[in-house]
């Protein structure tokens, strides 16, 4: 069975950081891009971060200069290293991937979520 399993969410106060780790397991070819979302209660999922295969990565001008996505294409890893937090961070982080799966074809990859919540 393909999967993504993230972790790393938790609690911080603003200022603080996190680092999510995201691994995808199962019988997979190869990952192109793979991307962190998120989403907070009332509003729609967004991206944040995406990198492809190659390492060129893309942030939300929200995170710029904050948070950094990185990957390890041996492993089908991905990372997203969050520094200086602030309120309006806090939300459900998804890891995305999109995978070539045996007799499937390119499919569309997401994990379960995991809580970043952060709080004075």
């Given at each position: 069975q393909v999967q993504l399993r993230e972790s790393g969410g938790g609690f911080v106060h603003p200022g603080g950081s996190l680092r999510l780790s995201?691994?995808?397991?199962?019988?997979?070819?190869?990952?192109?891009?793979m991307a962190w979302f998120r989403q907070a209660p009332g509003k729609e999922r967004e991206s944040v971060a995406v990198i492809t295969s190659g390492g060129i990565?893309?942030?939300a001008d929200s995170v710029q200069g904050r948070f950094t996505i990185s990957r390890l294409n041996?492993?089908?890893?991905?990372?997203?290293q969050m520094n200086n937090l602030k309120p309006?961070?806090?939300?459900?982080?998804?890891?995305?991937?999109?995978?070539?799966?045996?007799?499937?074809?390119?499919?569309?990859?997401?994990?379960?979520?995991?809580?970043?919540?952060?709080?004075?």
């Open positions: 995201c691994a995808a397991s199962g019988s997979i070819v190869s990952i192109s891009n990565s893309t942030y041996a492993k089908n890893l991905v990372y997203l309006e961070d806090a939300a459900v982080y998804y890891c995305n991937a999109v995978a070539l799966i045996p007799g499937y074809g390119q499919r569309d990859l997401w994990g379960q979520g995991t809580q970043v919540t952060v709080s004075s």
